[in-house]
């Protein structure tokens, strides 16, 4: 194929290298060191220091978010979320089919399982329409809970994805959870920076998860923090996050079995210098997502997969739709050979074996959308 070469020439161009090209590399240029030089200095490594607290504050002013606690990893930050909001053992908790395998994670950690709804094409994450058809015919309303007419389960919340940094209907997804008193979990692990009718990702839910794993568009290391509107969510999320520990000058009490999920400055540190870097990574990876739409307009073949209506995406990872997956097998088989790093999207999380037999409604989106899909180099380009 033709086209694979002139893909792979064209962003070896974008990047200007004849070295291999990451997916998505980190930029470290906003004072990283020293920030990190600084938690050392002070000893305060740990769960307790000043860049946990400004990290969290710097997060609430650039999201307009009211409360965000940082946590260890966007794992975590799913996995509180949804305790957080109520869910327990033998619970259901409905999500897309195509997300990380973290999302799915999370539900079981919690000892629930996930109900897989389809997606939608224009921005691939969890459809409001199909959500509430499956709903109308596989479920109804008892004592005021959600309850899976199939499996007799309290269908306690549902957690849609903003995939790849483009936002879902999360306003649309909000009327039919409320319809259904269904609890909203926003995973925002990949939407940092992508707003949604003027306002930030996550900021719908009852709780939202974002990720500062190295691969996304800010990174501490490992790390994650959630955002909250609910005073008393916030409380209980930062309670339960250091060990569920009752405030006391020196006595150890605790309450609940509480989790050791609460970030280090060392990570906070990395954070808060990351972040002050984000409108320019947000620049620039636009820029960089213009030249790939621009350059797809010619390949009638390729389409590249632009920003929902509504919508500003940070566009964290760029990705382009192949006719079908025996071509987009040939474009990851050559790309990567070449050194340029490209990848399919996700195993449709109900295929896992852990998520094999949990309910489904129809899937015909994720389906097409995980056969042609690849995600194309994304990072930050610095050729300073
Ligand atoms: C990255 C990611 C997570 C998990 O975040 P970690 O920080 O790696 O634990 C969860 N959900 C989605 C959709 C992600 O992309």
Request: with cysteine; charged share 20%.
């Amino acid at each position: 194929m033709e086209f694979n070469t002139k893909i792979v020439d064209f962003i070896r161009e974008l990047y200007q290298t004849n070295e291999f090209i990451p997916l998505h590399a980190p930029i470290f240029q906003g004072g990283e060191k020293d920030l990190v030089c600084q938690t050392i200095d002070s000893t305060f490594v740990s769960s307790v220091g000043e860049f946990v607290d400004q990290l969290e504050e710097s997060i609430c002013e650039y999201t307009g978010s009211k409360y965000a606690i940082a946590v260890v990893n966007g794992t975590a930050a799913l996995h509180l979320s949804l305790l957080a909001v109520g869910v327990s053992q033998n619970q259901e908790v409905i999500t897309q089919p195509l997300s990380f395998v973290a999302t799915c994670n999370a539900i079981n950690y919690c000892g629930a399982s996930p109900v897989f709804i389809d997606v939608d094409l224009d921005d691939m994450g969890l459809s409001p329409t199909l959500m509430q058809k499956w709903l109308e015919a596989n479920a109804s309303i008892k004592a005021n809970q959600c309850i899976n007419k199939n499996t007799g389960k309290v269908i306690s919340a549902c957690v849609p994805m903003h995939s790849f940094g483009h936002p879902c209907k999360i306003d649309l997804i909000k009327q039919v959870c409320d319809q259904w008193n269904i609890r909203l979990v926003e995973d925002a692990a990949e939407s940092l920076g992508s707003f949604y009718k003027g306002k930030h990702t996550g900021l719908i839910g009852d709780v939202a998860a974002i990720s500062f794993n190295g691969n996304k568009i800010i990174t501490t290391g490992g790390g994650g923090i959630i955002l909250t509107q609910n005073k008393q969510l916030a409380q209980k999320l930062k309670h339960q996050s250091t060990t569920a520990k009752l405030p006391h000058p020196w006595e150890y009490n605790h309450d609940d079995v509480g989790f050791n999920y609460r970030m280090p400055n060392l990570n906070a540190a990395l954070g808060c210098a990351q972040l002050s870097q984000l409108s320019y990574f947000l620049e620039n990876k636009r820029e960089l997502s213009e030249q790939y739409s621009h350059f797809f307009k010619s390949h009638a073949d390729i389409k590249f997969i632009s920003e929902p209506v509504d919508a500003i995406s940070n566009y964290w990872l760029n990705c382009v739709l192949f006719p079908n997956r025996l071509q987009r097998d040939e474009f990851l088989r050559y790309s990567n050979d070449q050194g340029v790093m490209t990848r399919p999207a996700w195993t449709l999380l109900n295929e896992l074996p852990m998520y094999r037999d949990s309910p489904v409604g129809d899937l015909t989106n994720a389906k097409k959308l995980v056969d042609r899909l690849v995600s194309i180099p994304s990072s930050v380009r610095n050729f300073s």
